[in-house]
């Protein structure tokens, strides 16, 4: 699932930004199928949303953890070592779990995926289309298992349990693009493959479906 729009086009002397195929702009013409809609994510809107959601991520996670067993954070201090662990989790550690695991639902899914990275951004993305509840899977995947695993980790390692947390919230802050598409997703007909393309994804329908999607 991508974050932001990427180049298809390589330069002479400039460093592919991606690992395997570069993500699509068009979707492919599939038998039988016809493109119903393409549907955008805004990077702009989408940081700004994720930004301001943190709060409430915070507040989540710190009382889910506090309901399976952990204790309750009222109040930290922070450190310049925190300072640089938490810059490592938020830039480093958080992206690359998070794609990973992208990754592997997409192969789960049948796909092969690819990925890569520009400023402010990583994505993983793959070239073939896939249905309905495959690219839910894939695009809820990171917010899911990462928090699944995270929550329960907080909750037993008292003294990295702040660290946790952080990496929980940072997580699903970034994770707004994959919640936003995958609201959009839900809204389209069951029968529906789904392209995922550099600014969002397009939704390809039956030739002649009497199915109605919302647009």
């Not at 592919?16 to 038998?31: K, M, N, S």
């Not at 938020?90 to 992208?102: D, F, I, M, Q, T």
């Not at 592997?104 to 899914?109: E, K, N, P, R, Y």
């Not at 907080?154 to 936003?180: P, R, S, T, Y």
Request: no cysteine.
């Amino acid at each position: 699932m991508e974050r932001g729009e990427s180049t298809t086009t390589k330069r002479r002397g400039q460093i592919r930004p991606w690992i395997g195929d570069p993500p699509r702009t068009t979707p492919p013409d599939v038998d039988g199928y016809e493109i119903r809609s393409h549907q955008r994510f805004n990077m702009v809107q989408g940081s700004i949303a994720g930004m301001v959601l943190i709060p409430f991520w915070w507040v989540f996670f710190t009382v889910t953890v506090g309901l399976v067993g952990g204790r309750y954070i009222s109040e930290f201090t922070v450190t310049f070592s925190d300072i640089l662990i938490g810059t490592v989790i938020a830039l480093v550690l958080v992206p690359l779990l998070h794609e990973a695991v992208h990754g592997i639902a997409a192969m789960l899914a049948g796909v092969r995926p690819s990925y890569g990275i520009g400023p402010g951004f990583a994505y993983t993305t793959f070239p073939d289309p896939v249905p309905k509840r495959a690219y839910l899977m894939i695009g809820l995947a990171p917010l899911i298992v990462l928090s699944a695993i995270g929550l329960p980790l907080a909750a037993i390692w008292d003294g990295g349990a702040g660290l946790v947390l952080f990496f929980l919230v940072v997580n699903a802050a970034g994770a707004v693009g994959d919640l936003w598409m995958s609201w959009r997703i839900a809204l389209q007909p069951p029968d529906a493959l789904f392209v995922d393309l550099a600014d969002g994804f397009a939704v390809l329908v039956p030739t002649q479906t009497t199915t109605t999607a919302v647009d």
